[in-house]
């Protein structure tokens, strides 16, 4: 069975930029899309970005200015950069495969923005 | 962009109880609906695809029905590893939104 593991750093400072990386293990992934979605503490779930082994990347409208996804199919891995974020970019993230719905996901990663 | 619209917000009910939560999108999605279950400090788990399919392994006291614009969630009979917060999402479009969310609490 497929597991997903987000790393990275838990603390950003405002105006940086964040970065994740999620380990695919129990599968390839050069299958399948791959997305990064997020949930600020106490609030729901937000689609952030998906990633296609073959590369085709597409991002939500409202973040799509600062997003960028890329996967690394050598380590079976893929990442999300975030850039200028604020402190409404503090949330759990979680990185998930994504068939119409996302069957398999992450633990999360909780991400702090503050100086 | 498509709206999801679940309620009630919160559900307060006992073991053993059936129980129905809705999902109202804003434009018709046909069944491009999923429901899910997260339960706290965990990742969401995937319940229901296409409204009404089960995934592998969720008990099937778990069914969705549905379809266009009004989606429903039914449990037959609560455990108590039921009790969580229950998200709908679109399938319709790339953005893949979710509800709100229905917090399924202990009476």
């Known amino acids: 069975q497929v597991q997903l593991q987000e790393s990275g750093p838990g603390l950003v400072k405002p105006s940086e930029t964040l970065s994740l990386t999620c380990s695919v293990s129990g599968g390839s992934i050069n299958s399948y899309y791959w997305s990064w979605l997020r949930q600020p503490p106490g609030k729901g779930l937000e689609w952030i970005a998906y990633v296609h082994y073959s590369g085709n990347t597409n991002y939500n409208p409202s973040l799509k200015s600062r997003v960028t996804m890329s996967l690394d199919t050598s380590k079976n891995e893929f990442s999300l950069r975030l850039r200028s974020v604020t402190a409404a970019d503090t949330a759990v993230y979680y990185c998930?495969?994504?068939?119409?719905?996302?069957?398999?996901w992450g633990q999360g990663i909780m991400v702090i923005v503050s100086s | 962009d498509i709206q999801l619209t679940q309620s009630p917000s919160f559900l307060s009910a006992s073991v053993g109880d059936r129980v129905t939560m809705t999902c109202r999108a804003s434009q018709a999605i046909s069944t491009f609906l999923a429901w899910y279950q997260q339960k706290p400090g965990r990742a969401p788990k995937l319940l229901i695809y296409?409204?009404?399919t089960l995934q592998s392994g969720v008990p099937s006291r778990f069914s969705g029905s549905g379809s266009g614009t009004e989606f429903t969630l039914t449990i037959s009979s609560l455990q108590p590893e039921d009790f969580a917060t229950y998200y709908c999402q679109q399938l319709y479009n790339y953005t893949r939104t979710f509800g709100q969310g229905t917090r399924l609490e202990i009476k």
């Open positions: 998930a495969r994504r068939r119409d719905y996302h069957d398999e």
């Open positions: 296409a409204a009404s």
